[in-house]
Antibody, heavy 120, light 107 residues
Framework: EVQLVQSGAEVKKPGESLRISCKGS????????IIWVRQMPGKGLEWMGR????????NYSPSSQGHVTISADKSVTTVYLQWSSLKASDTGIYFC?????????????WGQGTLVTVSS | DIQMTQSPSSLSASVGDRVTITCRAS??????LSWYQQKPGEAPKVLMY???SLQSGVPSRFSGSGSGTDFTLTISSLQPEDFATYHC?????????FGQGTKLEIK
């Protein structure tokens, strides 16, 4: 069974660092991209970036570039999303999801989401 | 970046109704368009990909069409479990942007 299991909810202060995780299982981990999607409270979905776990090649949205880092550790089939300095505006639910490498591939499995709250 | 615009933003309908949601891209995206359903407190679930391909396990009352810049998601006969928010997403070019969502509510 394909599963993406994310780390638990976090409460942080502005300026703090954070790393959240997404562990894949039940499939060939290096055969699919992992993407990260943010959902701010009561809002729509925002594509943040993606990683190819096979070679760790990444792409970011303009709004995420330079503010977050996506990385992967194939040995533990886990992808990470990290911040070095959180802002209050980073508050939201973060989803990881799996998709194939071609443009026509579906994003077919999603993690359960990680709630990140940044507040002083 | 490609902008995706959904309409309407919200919609009230009754069980059994036929419903259509529209998604427009700011430039040609061929058929690289997916639709997702999201219920409160849950992750999105893919319904359609490549504009008109039904994801495995999704009921056949869902269908998608379109190419280029204009796309539609149709639910042929609304069921109680279909009341949710629907999102479109392009996968033509990175960043793979989403529409703002359409909330489908019970009339």
């Amino acid at each position: 069974e394909v599963q993406l299991v994310q780390s638990g909810a976090e409460v942080k202060k502005p300026g703090e660092s954070l790393r959240i995780s997404c562990k894949g299982s039940g499939y060939s981990f290096t055969s699919y991209w992992i993407i990260w999607v943010r959902q701010m409270p009561g809002k729509g979905l925002e594509w943040m970036g993606r990683i190819d776990p096979d070679d760790s090649h990444t792409n970011y949205s303009p709004s995420s570039q330079g503010h977050v880092t996506i990385s992967a550790d194939k040995s533990v089939t886990t992808v990470y999303l990290q911040w070095s300095s959180l802002k209050a505006s980073d508050t939201g639910i973060y989803f990881c999801a799996r998709r194939g490498r071609t443009s026509s591939s579906p994003t077919d499995y999603w993690g359960q989401g990680t709630l990140v709250t940044v507040s002083s | 970046d490609i902008q995706m615009t959904q309409s309407p933003s919200s919609l009230s309908a009754s069980v059994g109704d036929r419903v259509t949601i529209t998604c427009r891209a700011s430039q040609n995206i061929n058929n690289f368009l997916s639709w997702y359903q999201q219920k409160p407190g849950e992750a999105p679930k893919v319904l359609m990909y490549a504009a008109s391909s039904l994801q495995s396990g999704v009921p056949s009352r869902f269908s998608g069409s379109g190419s280029g810049t204009d796309f539609t998601l149709t639910i042929s006969s609304l069921q109680p479990e279909d009341f949710a928010t629907y999102h479109c997403q392009q996968s033509y070019s990175i960043p793979y942007s989403f529409g703002q969502g359409t909330k489908l509510e019970i009339k």
